[in-house]
């Protein structure tokens, strides 16, 4: 291994030791409906699942149109690591199971909104957003 190959891996090690919460992606597969209740529940497929790292970037959030409701949508990115599989892509969900920094974290859900792409990166970050009202 090359003094280029193992300065990678070392900054991936760094960077996983810094992932101190855990989560879960899922993908929508489809919907269920109760039908005692008519409720309609989504369906998932779970994909990735282990330690993570929440960070925002910068401070920013802009109004969306979500059906009829307007919504806050807040930038944000997850790390996980660079084995981590499957990899998330476009639209499946985050769900943050635990966190150490901050347990108001716990049970958030994130969408991803761009997958990562990067040949020598220490973590995989995605860009996801999260839904604030």
Do not use: W
């Amino acid at each position: 291994m090359g003094r280029f190959d193992q300065a990678v891996a070392r900054g991936r090690r760094l960077a996983e030791a810094r992932m101190r919460d855990t989560c879960q992606f899922r993908r929508k597969t489809g919907t269920s409906t109760n039908p005692a209740t008519g409720k309609i529940t989504p369906v998932y497929a779970n994909g990735y699942a282990g330690k993570c790292r929440l960070k925002q970037p910068s401070p920013t959030a802009a109004p969306a149109t979500v059906g009829e409701a307007v919504v806050v949508m807040v930038g944000v990115e997850v790390h996980i690591p660079m084995g981590a599989a499957p990899v998330p892509q476009t639209g499946d969900e985050c769900v943050i199971t635990a966190s150490t920094g901050d347990p108001d974290l716990v049970g958030r859900v994130f969408v991803v909104d761009a997958p990562h792409r990067h040949a020598d990166a220490t973590a995989r970050r995605l860009k996801v957003k999260e839904r604030t009202s």
